[in-house]
């Protein structure tokens, strides 16, 4: 029997596909793939590019500085066993992936002598800090904290006080505000005309006094008054490491998305040929990677594997580029088919407008769970991420 027999025919003919479906399979997963390492590495390439945020808490011991610090931001920075001691007194606190240096100063306590000893322990170290050349060293804000419930200043204090303030922008803040004197102390502070940027009362952790339990509160109202101190270049890096304000990292991200996106595409309808759509992927893995370094999340490979794949469409194809044009074209009134070959900037923008909302949103649900200490189900962020794309891209 020769080659011409129809069932070799037919079986090499299944063969055949068979080879081309599996072909195409793995250059789908590894267009996949590709993009994630892309992903991943531009995510923590654009991390490492941010200049970390210099914040110091001075206060008597017990007032709440510690306990502040790790209800604040993000990976509960003030548990012991993080960050290196400075001299006796301080300790500054840093860890991978969080771009803020903490230094924390402890043990100043009520004792005079004490007192002297870590003022000047801690003022030779800022004046250090200073004089440094190297200006990411410098000192951004000083949160001075005392006791709300102490009802009374000290003079000491306020002479250290109106001596920081000539250095660096001070915030007082006054913790565990849970009465209403906290208020009187407010005012009493206010009175003394000190050149500081802000008083805030705050209460850090829920307080349980019998059977009524007081919330917390003050600190976004902190964050944001320190934001407004802090220059431009590190507020980014602020914003990333705390993690009380979850709709101001959104804020931040759409504002930034949005003037990216009118800088890539313009505001004309310069039309990109559609067989290089996929030549928006780079854009959109920059885009991405920025918008997950503003929020300040942990990114598992898992879980950007679930985002990236529920992009790719009911064919698993390919994440950006064709596929994703093709998938969201129906949506957009107007914007025809690629029968054309052409799809205009503006359709390109409002894909692009629509991938960065949803992946907002998203960072959105992954943050909250994550400060609140719940494990994130990457099918469910999968999922939705796949109707936010919709939504957004239908609202258009
Ligand atoms: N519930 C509640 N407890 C607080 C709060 N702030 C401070 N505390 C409590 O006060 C105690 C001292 O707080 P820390 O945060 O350790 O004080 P610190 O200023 O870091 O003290 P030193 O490190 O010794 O200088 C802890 O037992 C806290 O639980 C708060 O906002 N809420
Ligand atoms: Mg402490």
């Given at each position: 029997?020769?080659?011409?027999?129809?069932?070799?025919?037919?079986?090499?003919?299944?063969?055949?596909?068979?080879?081309?479906?599996?072909?195409?399979?793995?250059?789908?997963?590894?267009?996949?793939?590709?993009?994630?390492?892309?992903?991943?590495?531009?995510?923590?390439?654009?991390?490492?590019?941010?200049?970390?945020?210099?914040?110091?808490?001075?206060?008597?011991?017990?007032?709440?500085?510690?306990?502040?610090?790790?209800?604040?931001?993000?990976?509960?920075?003030?548990?012991?066993?993080?960050?290196?001691?400075?001299?006796?007194?301080?300790?500054?606190?840093?860890?991978?992936?969080?771009?803020?240096?903490?230094?924390?100063?402890?043990?100043?306590?009520?004792?005079?002598?004490?007192?002297?000893?870590?003022?000047?322990?801690?003022?030779?170290?800022?004046?250090?800090?200073?004089?440094?050349?190297?200006?990411?060293?410098?000192?951004?804000?000083?949160?001075?904290?005392?006791?709300?419930?102490?009802?009374?200043?000290?003079?000491?204090?306020?002479?250290?006080?109106?001596?920081?303030?000539?250095?660096?922008?001070?915030?007082?803040?006054?913790?565990?505000?849970?009465?209403?004197?906290?208020?009187?102390?407010?005012?009493?502070?206010?009175?003394?005309?000190?050149?500081?940027?802000?008083?805030?009362?705050?209460?850090?952790?829920?307080?349980?006094?019998?059977?009524?339990?007081?919330?917390?509160?003050?600190l976004r109202s902190?964050m944001e008054?320190?934001y407004?101190?802090?220059?431009?270049?590190?507020?980014?890096?602020?914003n990333?490491?705390q993690k009380v304000d979850i709709e101001h990292k959104a804020k931040e991200a759409r504002k930034?998305?949005?003037?990216?996106?009118?800088?890539?595409?313009?505001?004309?309808?310069?039309?990109?040929?559609?067989?290089?759509?996929?030549?928006?992927?780079?854009?959109?893995?920059?885009?991405?990677?920025?918008?997950?370094?503003i929020f300040g999340?942990?990114?598992?490979?898992?879980?950007?594997?679930?985002?990236?794949?529920?992009?790719?469409?009911?064919?698993?194809?390919?994440?950006?580029?064709?596929?994703?044009?093709?998938?969201?074209?129906?949506?957009?009134?107007?914007?025809?088919?690629?029968?054309?070959?052409?799809?205009?900037?503006?359709?390109?923008?409002?894909?692009?407008?629509?991938?960065?909302f949803?992946?907002i949103e998203?960072m959105k649900a992954?943050a909250k769970?994550?400060y609140?200490?719940?494990?994130?189900?990457?099918?469910?962020?999968?999922?939705?991420?796949?109707?936010?794309?919709?939504?957004?891209?239908?609202?258009?």
């Open positions: 029997m020769g080659s011409n027999c129809p069932t070799t025919l037919l079986r090499n003919v299944v063969f055949c596909y068979n080879k081309v479906i599996h072909l195409i399979r793995d250059v789908n997963t590894m267009d996949e793939m590709n993009i994630l390492n892309d992903i991943l590495n531009k995510t923590k390439e654009e991390l490492e590019k941010m200049i970390p945020v210099n914040v110091m808490l001075i206060g008597k011991t017990g007032v709440g500085k510690s306990t502040l610090i790790n209800n604040i931001f993000r990976e509960k920075l003030a548990e012991t066993g993080i960050g290196k001691p400075v001299t006796k007194h301080l300790r500054k606190i840093s860890k991978e992936g969080v771009p803020i240096n903490i230094y924390d100063t402890k043990g100043l306590e009520l004792n005079e002598e004490i007192q002297h000893e870590v003022r000047r322990e801690i003022d030779d170290e800022i004046n250090r800090i200073n004089n440094s050349i190297n200006d990411k060293d410098l000192l951004h804000v000083v949160w001075y904290c005392i006791n709300a419930q102490s009802n009374r200043i000290e003079e000491y204090e306020i002479n250290w006080i109106k001596d920081l303030a000539e250095k660096i922008p001070v915030i007082v803040v006054l913790t565990q505000s849970v009465f209403d004197n906290s208020k009187e102390m407010e005012k009493k502070i206010d009175d003394l005309n000190l050149d500081i940027r802000g008083i805030q009362r705050i209460i850090a952790e829920p307080f349980t006094i019998g059977d009524i339990s007081i919330e917390r509160s003050g902190l008054i320190t407004q101190v802090l220059p431009e270049g590190v507020r980014r890096s602020f990333n490491a930034w998305a949005l003037g990216y996106i009118t800088t890539t595409f313009g505001i004309g309808f310069t039309p990109i040929p559609f067989s290089d759509a996929a030549v928006l992927a780079p854009i959109q893995v920059g885009m991405i990677a920025h918008i997950t370094t999340v942990k990114i598992e490979r898992a879980l950007m594997t679930s985002i990236v794949s529920s992009i790719g469409g009911i064919t698993g194809a390919t994440f950006l580029g064709r596929t994703l044009v093709s998938n969201l074209l129906k949506f957009i009134p107007g914007a025809g088919t690629v029968v054309g070959g052409l799809i205009s900037g503006s359709t390109a923008s409002i894909i692009t407008t629509g991938l960065a949803s992946y998203v992954v769970n994550e609140e200490g719940r494990r994130t189900d990457n099918e469910e962020i999968a999922k939705m991420m796949k109707s936010e794309l919709e939504k957004q891209i239908k609202k258009k």
